[in-house]
């Protein structure tokens, strides 16, 4: 199987004789009897021509730049599940952990957005009630491939990086997922998408089940034994990786704990290579749904504060140079993931002219964050002055309970119109069902001093059961509201799957379901 090429095309190759292959994914599978006993998947990282330069800001190589994603991961999470390994990080790579990292948009896409492109694609408003237009509408990020936007893979190779992106699952988070057309062609020299492709769609089905507990293997095992053969690929050229793992901790509460021991034994095998490096372990999100932890205080807090922790290379901690120091500075303020670009795009185009020595304020053309390896602007780092919705903010205000019944029902029923009237405007409603409210399982009011701001949740009927969340206003005088994002906290699953040949909405239940598996 081929992994060059057109990203959305994937080759597949004849079976053949067991022996030498040029392919970088390679499906095995023996069968006695005529029944499949063993399946695997081997990898073989080929090294390719180092990519021309655009403009090389140093004539030395450059450090390797490391970033690690597991989706759905938010700081306590990470803190609770991988205990050992964020020790050893901290021990050993002085790894600076960032607590106040606070999401921008409700799931992988729209956060995801801003590390690849530094753009947004949600609309919503600031805690100040200002207008938070997206960057990009819908047409531009998703039915238009993203080939025709320069993302941080186009940057670093630019420099003469070899580029890595391996994800663990074929639909891709932050570029076609959904039904987006995504990149036309790999966005970076080596990605993982054969791999994924075999173990989901095309390969027999003792392949597809090797990953799923068989063999001890996890789908997190072959990425990172992929990543690792681009060691010794590329030891003269420098390295920007980015691994995306979704399935290891997805709707799982403590599904991370599983890689807390394997990801010590992998840093320390694999030392050298990355206290040479710049290494990011980052999430999107926290855990959005299917559990009751996210219905709670603590749950919601933690689904809008996506973990973030940063080694540097051992030559750049001593003090001279000042960068740690800046990123404990930094790791006590509000942040996102606009910031974690910045610092990409400062280590690649900035820091290298200046041997990595400048920590003065700088700011980026076009971008919206502030690299953390610096001294970020004086001005107070708040949702009011950043780029976040004020429905996923982190901080904390006060709030009261509203306890009355009757006005809980009006604003709840008010909420269901609104869905209904989405889904109508999106011609919906021929194949979506109406809902009927259930109970509102929470009604706060608070959050700003000018506007009647509620956060409510909403739980509707058995005959389409979901679970909605919201922040909306209220004029009582006109008796009317107006609505944030609204997101869904149960597992929804397929239910919603009507709609993915126009446009996948979560907010809709299909009238037809599909059939139990």
């Not at 186009?154 to 003469?160: A, L, R, S, V």
């Not at 997805?250 to 807390?260: K, T, W």
């Not at 002219?353 to 690299?371: H, L, Q, V, Y």
């Not at 602007?377 to 950043?386: G, H, Q, V």
Request: hydrophobic fraction near 35%; charged fraction near 25%; proline fraction near 6%.
């Amino acid at each position: 199987m081929e992994g060059n090429g057109a990203k959305l095309h994937v080759a597949i190759g004849n079976w053949m004789k067991p022996g030498n292959v040029s392919c970088e994914f390679l499906e095995a599978v023996c069968w006695e009897n005529a029944t499949e006993v063993y399946g695997w998947i081997h990898t073989q990282l080929i090294p390719k021509p180092q990519p021309n330069l655009t403009s090389s800001v140093s004539s030395e190589k450059q450090p390797d730049v490391y970033i690690f994603t597991i989706d759905s991961m938010n700081t306590g999470m990470a803190k609770r599940s991988l205990s050992k390994f964020l020790e050893y990080f901290r021990s050993e790579y002085d790894g600076v952990e960032f607590p106040f990292v606070n999401k921008v948009g409700e799931n992988s896409k729209p956060n995801g957005m801003p590390w690849w492109f530094g753009k947004t694609i949600e609309q919503g408003r600031k805690v100040s009630w200002e207008e938070l237009e997206p960057d990009w509408n819908f047409t531009e990020f998703c039915q238009t491939y993203m080939d025709n936007y320069t993302s941080i893979f186009n940057d670093f190779e630019g420099e003469g990086f070899m580029t890595l992106m391996f994800e663990d699952w074929m639909n891709t988070m932050t570029d076609s997922w959904p039904n987006c057309m995504g990149f036309e062609f790999a966005p970076a020299h080596h990605t993982f998408r054969p791999f994924a492709s075999t173990y989901e769609l095309y390969g027999t089905a003792i392949t597809k089940n090797h990953l799923k507990g068989h063999f001890c293997r996890e789908k997190h095992h072959p990425v990172l034994e992929y990543l690792e053969q681009s060691f010794d690929a590329y030891k003269d050229c420098p390295i920007f990786a980015w691994t995306w793992l979704a399935e290891i901790s997805h709707s799982q509460v403590d599904g991370v704990a599983r890689m807390d021991d394997f990801l010590v034994n992998y840093f320390r095998r694999n030392k050298q290579k990355f206290e040479n490096s710049f290494v990011i372990f980052a999430s999107d999100h926290g855990l959005r749904m299917g559990v009751k932890h996210i219905a709670t205080e603590l749950g919601q807090f933690e689904r809008d504060n996506p973990y973030l922790n940063i080694a540097i290379p051992k030559n750049l901690r001593d003090k001279k140079y000042g960068i740690l120091e800046s990123l404990k500075a930094n790791s006590r303020k509000l942040q996102t993931h606009f910031d974690t670009r910045a610092t990409l795009l400062d280590i690649l185009k900035y820091q290298p002219g200046a041997k990595f020595m400048d920590r003065e304020p700088i700011s980026i053309p076009n971008e919206k964050g502030n690299s953390l390896i610096r001294r970020q602007p004086t001005f107070p780092r708040t949702c009011a002055t950043l780029p976040i919705p004020r429905q996923y903010c982190i901080c904390q205000v006060e709030k009261f309970q509203i306890l009355d019944e009757t006005f809980k029902l009006r604003l709840g029923q008010k909420l269901l119109d609104h869905i209904h009237d989405l889904l109508e405007g999106s011609n919906y409603t021929s194949i979506c069902r109406q809902y009927e409210l259930q109970e509102v399982t929470v009604l706060e009011f608070g959050y700003t001093k000018t506007w009647n701001t509620y956060n409510i949740e909403v739980k509707t009927a058995s005959s389409s059961p979901a679970h909605f969340q919201t922040m909306m206003t209220y004029d009582g005088n006109n008796d009317t509201a107006s609505f944030e994002k609204v997101v869904r906290l149960d597992s929804y699953g397929e239910t919603p799957d009507c709609t993915a040949p126009i446009r996948h909405d979560p907010l809709c239940y299909c009238k037809v379901q599909p059939k139990p598996k």
